[in-house]
């Protein structure tokens, strides 16, 4: 049975007598993913698209991707490849194993008392219930069960928190709900709706996630296309962006999802208020910027003033940002943290023209790194005031080897201020 809002089930995981005796808080750690669930043999290939049938093909298609974002192929940085003989055609490798094995290993030295695993887990239509001739018992074991249902073994009451991405969507809400259900079967997930707030088992009174369905949201406002001139520059195309009948909301609670999220953080008595979606407030793709600010208006009233962090993926890179958030009235004095971990499958490169415009006419956000053709993950822990953040990459040899690329340092935001 689906619950559409409720607190995760878990082993209970008492905290350490020292800390509970003397009032410390408990640091905790988490491993944060978006974007894994891509494997190229349950692709396929649109009726208008040949296939790549020699390297040379696939190297030249992927420098014209890399063009339309680069002014030159300078640090051209193709995705690995592999001939997928199902399509008979050169294809992207998938990062989402060697992302798992560097996530594991990261876990197992550092420790991660959870993980978050931020939509698009099956590329590319979510579960199908066998409509293309593949049955969706397959995809879940192939893409989330073999790579993450052991990840975090050893710790008591860890759960990998889940939510749904666009491409999750894609098939129908019957398709996205039967991955739902997958999951809540899963011991080793944990997703008591689509969107829900939940406290770790152990970390009561420490840490409140809140997990909300950023695709619903998108699909209950108004969004406009995006399109960008050869400087980078956003235009305005008349043009608005349109969702299938079944991602838009279809109960009263569902519609008040942005309200919820309001209330919940408001309310919530957690040290740490994590919010976690899975398409991102700011990025420097360029091909996501109008559903962004349409996300903006509906959700930085809620994370300016109750937030310490927000978390997203759907672009294919890391970022961090942070927004000063000084367009909200009663926002917390600190900036926002906005992280975008959406490299656990697939490459994106940035674009640093539009990332050039997209700083100069919001003064608002700083862009403090971002790496893009790569796969990665995220890791962090909460520690005193403090949310430490480590930024990781795996290589193209497919090695699943975690190589630290970024450390940042943010205080709690919702620190109540000093007089």
């Not at 878990?10 to 891509?38: C, E, L």
């Not at 989402?96 to 996530?103: D, I, K």
């Amino acid at each position: 049975m689906l619950v559409l809002l409720g607190v995760a089930a878990g082993a209970a995981r008492p905290s350490s007598a020292v800390d509970v005796a003397k009032g410390a808080p408990r640091s905790a750690s988490m491993v944060i993913f978006g974007d894994s669930g891509y494997i190229p043999s349950y692709e396929r290939l649109d009726e208008d698209e040949p296939p790549l049938r020699s390297l040379g093909d696939y190297l030249a298609a992927e420098a014209g991707d890399w063009l339309e974002r680069n002014p030159s192929l300078d640090g051209f940085t193709p995705t690995p490849w592999t001939f997928e003989s199902a399509l008979g055609s050169y294809m992207p490798a998938s990062g989402l194993y060697p992302v798992a094995w560097a996530m594991d290993e990261q876990c197992r030295r550092a420790g991660c008392d959870f993980g978050v695993m931020l939509g698009d887990n099956i590329y590319p239509d979510g579960a199908t219930l066998g409509t293309d001739g593949i049955d969706d018992e397959r995809r879940f074991t192939d893409m989330l069960d073999k790579p993450f249902g052991r990840l975090g073994a050893g710790t008591a009451g860890f759960a990998i928190y889940a939510m749904l991405g666009n491409h999750d969507w894609r098939h129908s809400r019957e398709g996205a709900l039967a991955q739902v259900q997958y999951l809540q079967r899963h011991p080793n997930f944990r997703i008591p709706g689509l969107f829900y707030r939940t406290v770790p088992p152990g970390l009561e009174g420490e840490v409140e996630v809140f997990v909300i369905d950023t695709e619903m949201l998108l699909a209950s406002t108004t969004v406009q296309k995006d399109e960008l001139d050869e400087h980078g520059n956003e235009l305005k195309t008349g043009g608005l962006e349109t969702w299938d009948a079944h991602i838009r909301p279809q109960t009263d609670e569902e519609r008040a999802m942005a309200e919820w999220l309001t209330r919940s953080l408001a309310g919530s008595t957690a040290r740490w208020k994590l919010v976690f979606g899975h398409h991102a407030l700011w990025s420097g793709g360029g091909s996501k910027y109008e559903k962004a600010r349409s996300l903006r208006r509906l959700l930085l009233p809620a994370l300016c003033r109750h937030a310490d962090a927000y978390f997203a993926g759907d672009d294919h890179m890391l970022e961090v940002y942070t927004d000063d958030c000084t367009a909200v009235d009663g926002s917390r004095a600190s900036p926002l943290p906005l992280m975008v971990s959406g490299a656990a499958g697939k490459y994106r490169p940035l674009h640093p023209r539009f990332m050039a415009q997209q700083a100069m006419n919001n003064p608002q956000i700083r862009n403090l790194w971002s790496k893009g053709s790569t796969w990665g993950f995220m890791w962090a822990r909460l520690a005193g005031e403090k949310l430490e953040l480590q930024v990781f990459t795996t290589p193209a040899d497919l090695s699943g080897r975690p190589v630290l690329e970024a450390k940042f340092e943010f205080p709690r935001r919702t620190a109540p201020a000093r007089h």
